[in-house]
């Protein structure tokens, strides 16, 4: 079962492949990567079951479909094959998004710097997500993060995750061979979507998926909070990150 993991200094950096290469495109995931927003999604979530009248789901069971895009996502969630069902489900989940749920979406702590100092490296960053368009440049509009990004795809523009479409898509957009780049993200479908194109990876312990299901899909680093991805990224050959 998947579980909640908090970003924590204190455990020990875990280097899969102690020499990672330089990578000139950064793509992270956003939710539970870049921003803590796993409980307002588990809590929309609940608010939308309970609208339709379907089982509410627990924290565990959201967190497994969390970095899919939302109508997959929700049919996987409630195993529905209805899409009649599954719009009216959609249509409530976002009501509940924008409306309703009052529960903080903060950015994780450091990744403002983290992002400024990517940047002042000269490195490209994008974003590959399962949130809608709306919903990335409503987070961005709040955070005001998204001049930091060259690119991004969401759900609105590619394929769900695990497929590579968003990847490919970027790559591209932007001019880079898949050796160029490296996927940052918290679940395994952030994993598979880079592993199928031969995308080096990067995997982020304290978003929703558990540790060990990463681990299972070779990441070339797995870390336990932002801090340790710069470390990371650092070890990759950018400069002035630390």
């Not at 020499?19 to 992270?28: A, E, Q, R």
């Not at 995997?203 to 680093?221: F, I, N």
Request: net charge negative; glycine share 6%; aromatic share 8%.
């Amino acid at each position: 079962m998947y579980s909640k993991k908090q970003a924590v200094e204190t455990q020990p950096f875990t280097s899969l492949d102690k020499k990672l290469p330089k990578y000139k495109l950064v793509i992270f995931d956003w939710d539970g990567t870049l921003m803590d927003s796993a409980a307002k999604i588990v809590s929309c979530m609940q608010l939308a079951a309970k609208q339709c009248d379907m089982p509410v789901p627990t924290y565990d069971e959201v967190g497994h479909i969390i970095g899919i895009s939302l109508k997959p996502a929700i049919k996987q969630l409630f195993n529905i094959k209805d899409d009649e069902l599954a719009e009216r489900l959609v249509a409530a989940y976002k009501e509940a998004f924008v409306t309703r749920d009052t529960t903080p979406c903060p950015l994780f702590d450091g990744v403002e710097q983290l992002l400024s100092n990517l940047k002042e490296a000269g490195c490209t960053m994008a974003v590959a997500t399962g949130k809608a368009r709306r919903g990335l440049d409503r987070a961005w509009a709040q955070t005001g993060t998204g001049p930091f990004f060259s690119a991004s795809r969401t759900a609105d523009e590619a394929e769900s995750k695990p497929s590579p479409d968003m990847l490919l898509q970027l790559l591209d957009e932007l001019g880079y061979e898949i050796k160029d780049a490296v996927m940052i993200g918290d679940t395994t479908y952030d994993m598979q979507m880079a592993k199928t194109i031969g995308m080096d990876r990067i995997g982020v312990s304290y978003g929703v998926h558990a540790q060990v299901h990463l681990e299972a899909l070779s990441p070339v680093a797995l870390v336990h909070s932002i801090s340790e991805l710069e470390t990371a990224l650092n070890s990759a050959g950018f400069v002035a990150l630390l």
